[in-house]
């Protein structure tokens, strides 16, 4: 049987055969035709797995930061006078000192990096163009970039300098020019991060990486691969491209390199992680993604289920996670044959703009969304939970409940983790996933190889490809399963489903590699900062307003104490989440007690009809205070327990 490095080859050619991949190295050779060297995997060491990964996410370094300068909007802490404290400004939009950025890295270095088996870095390690007096440039976006790598690197390498773990980047929107605004690749900025992250790059990504920014990593070779997405082709902000439809566009290209990959991945049997920077989000005022790439991704990952075990993104700054319907897909619209493809959702707006109160609208129409989860769904979830012998009219309750979400493990739905900044929106922070290793206790592990190494098979192999032809494209007259037809679009591939005989995903069943849970860490700035008369944690109700008003610091010069990164919850024993792991049934319980709603929950209209208008505002207010306790606990961590209770009850 033809093992890993023949299908990974026969893969690569199937994609240039096809058109995904544009090779300026192969492009000049024949098309029926294909001969070259099978490329390596890492080599392999004998280094234990821990089942723990780090996720960390945008630093925003900002090489002109100083202490106990002004939070002022367009000051950004560079000059003035005023709060902002020696690890960063908690609570305003001023971007991280490169102290907060070191101090960081030492702690992961002292606490966490020895039981860590890969890093997952979702981009934006550049600051913001917040002052005019210092605009950004190529340079400073790229120079705070390697900085920052050199750092990671230095961070998580043996004494001998050898990294020990893998370390998948992506990019962010704010890690090139103009801001938000990627253009087709090859490009500059994909030749000047080639050498920045050269050695997290594996040597066969190269040439995907050069044409269009992503590539994907063995972080357990023949087992779990991450693939780090380039988000910033699907980005609807992004106005040098054009969505996902068109073969001419990278988000097409994207797309079908990603399918062909998690279609190997299911040939070898291997699991994927997927990782980008700008996450699907879609409400009614904040779409982040063009349509047509949130149709296509929602679709593969609907057809891969049984490959993807989790997705991870940040740029958001809040802590949140998303469930995607798969009900929402509509294949014209991912095929771009419907007018929908260029009208839905059009509300976009920039997270790095997003006011306080964009924050809790976006918030509120995630609990929206979920207030409409099936309740009796819900309720045979409970009942298979609880093992509960059923009679023959409550198992035909129960097939009904089960229908509504995709079956008992809930595959009507997609997760998505989004994790908090290291930038000090709220408070800085960072989150270890934890994942089923049983049964890969003696599993090969990665391993750097050396820059001197030549590339060569690990088979010692010439494979030769002759006459492979293009796999047919749509299928005439057969229905999906909601049973719309077909688009005819020979440019939309649809996937098969996972076999018959497979059992569900990680993402949806406990096994191997399920994610088990994570612990969020944050760093309690105010505290240790130590700058604020009479605080000791958290500040009052004015939060993230971009300033500390005409408050002065208590310490000149600053005496900040020790720094330190400190549990702010975890799901393995948080007792108002109830989280038995972090598969899709468990949060589609946990959103399903967020999304209920208690009547006296609402603003009456037409309370109190006295002339006393301040004391009908305040009557409703008080009417309309939150009770629900896990949507309040849940709250509190999405803005990283920066927010007081008395602001969450009124959201």
Not at 218 to 227: A, E
Not at 474 to 483: D, H, N, R, T
Not at 531 to 552: A, F, I
């Amino acid at each position: 049987m033809p093992g890993p490095a023949f299908w990974l080859q026969a893969q690569t050619f199937l994609a240039l055969s096809c058109g995904v991949i544009s090779s300026p190295i192969l492009g000049d050779l024949p098309q029926k035709t294909l001969q070259y060297e099978s490329q390596p995997h890492q080599e392999l060491q004998s280094r234990k797995l821990n089942g723990r990964f780090l996720h960390i996410t945008d630093f925003h370094p900002d090489e002109f930061y100083k202490p106990h300068t002004s939070t002022e909007d367009g000051i950004a802490c560079h000059r003035g006078n005023g709060m902002a404290g020696t690890y960063g400004a908690e609570k305003t939009d001023c971007d991280s000192p490169f102290s907060l950025v070191d101090a960081t890295f030492q702690w992961i270095q002292e606490n966490i990096k020895d039981d860590i088996d890969f890093v997952i870095w979702t981009g934006d390690t550049a600051r913001h163009d917040s002052d005019e007096a210092h605009p950004r440039t190529d340079k400073t976006v790229l120079d705070s970039n390697k900085v920052v790598t050199d750092k990671i690197i230095k961070t998580f390498s043996s004494p001998e300098g050898k990294l020990e773990v893998p370390i998948i980047p992506t990019f962010g929107n704010n890690d090139f020019l103009p801001h938000n605004i990627m253009y087709p690749g090859p490009n500059h900025w994909f030749a000047a991060y080639g050498e920045i992250w050269d050695r997290f790059i594996p040597e066969e990504q190269r040439h995907s990486f050069q044409f269009g920014g992503w590539f994907h990593v063995d972080v357990i070779p023949g087992k779990l691969t991450v693939f780090s997405l380039n988000t910033m082709y699907f980005f609807d902000r992004n106005a040098a491209v054009d969505g996902c439809a068109l073969p001419s566009e990278p988000g097409y290209k994207h797309m079908e390199w990603l399918r062909v990959q998690l279609d190997l991945m299911r040939k070898t049997g291997t699991k994927a992680i997927l990782m980008g920077h700008v996450p699907p989000a879609r409400t009614d005022s904040k779409q982040n993604w063009d349509e047509t790439c949130w149709q296509r991704y929602t679709l593969w990952l609907q057809k891969y289920r049984d490959v993807v075990i989790a997705s991870l993104f940040g740029h958001m700054n809040i802590d949140h996670f998303l469930l995607s319907d798969t009900k929402d897909i509509d294949l014209d619209v991912a095929a771009g044959q419907s007018p929908a493809a260029r009208s839905i959702f059009r509300k976009s707006i920039n997270e790095s703009e997003l006011s306080a109160q964009g924050k809790e609208d976006y918030l509120l129409e995630l609990r929206d969304i979920w207030g409409d989860i099936p309740g009796s769904a819900i309720e045979v979830l409970n009942e298979e939970d609880d093992h509960a012998e059923v009679d023959t009219e409550k198992k035909k309750k129960k097939k009904n409940g089960f229908k509504k979400i995709g079956g008992k493990y809930a595959e009507r739905y997609q997760l998505s983790f989004i994790s908090p900044s290291v930038v000090p929106n709220y408070f800085p922070t960072m989150r270890v996933f934890e994942y089923n290793v049983t049964g890969l206790e003696n599993a090969t592990v990665w391993k750097e190889k050396n820059a001197t190494e030549k590339v060569q098979s690990t088979e010692n192999l010439e494979l030769r490809f002759v006459g492979i032809e293009k796999k047919k494209k749509g299928k005439k007259g057969k229905k999906g399963k909601e049973g719309k037809q077909k688009p005819k679009d020979p440019n939309l591939i649809i996937p098969d489903d996972p076999p018959k005989t497979a059992l569900p995903g990680p993402a949806y069943y406990p096994q191997q590699f399920t994610l088990t849970g994570y612990t969020q860490y944050f760093a309690n700035l105010t505290h240790i900062n130590n700058d604020q008369p009479g605080l000791d944690g958290v500040e009052g109700s004015k939060w993230h307003d971009g300033n500390h008003g005409d408050k002065k610091p208590i310490h000149k010069p600053a005496q900040p104490r020790k720094f330190q990164f400190e549990v702010e919850y975890s799901t393995f024993d948080d007792k108002q989440f109830k989280l038995k792991d972090l598969t899709v049934r468990s949060y589609l319980h946990l959103a399903y007690r967020m999304g209920q709603r208690s009547k006296n929950n609402e603003i009456a209209e037409g309370d109190g009809a006295s002339g006393d208008i301040d004391a009908d505002k305040k009557k409703k207010k008080k009417k309309n205070k939150e009770k629900n306790k896990t949507w309040l606990h849940w709250l509190n961590f999405a803005f990283v327990s920066a927010v007081s209770e008395d602001d969450l009850e009124e959201m």
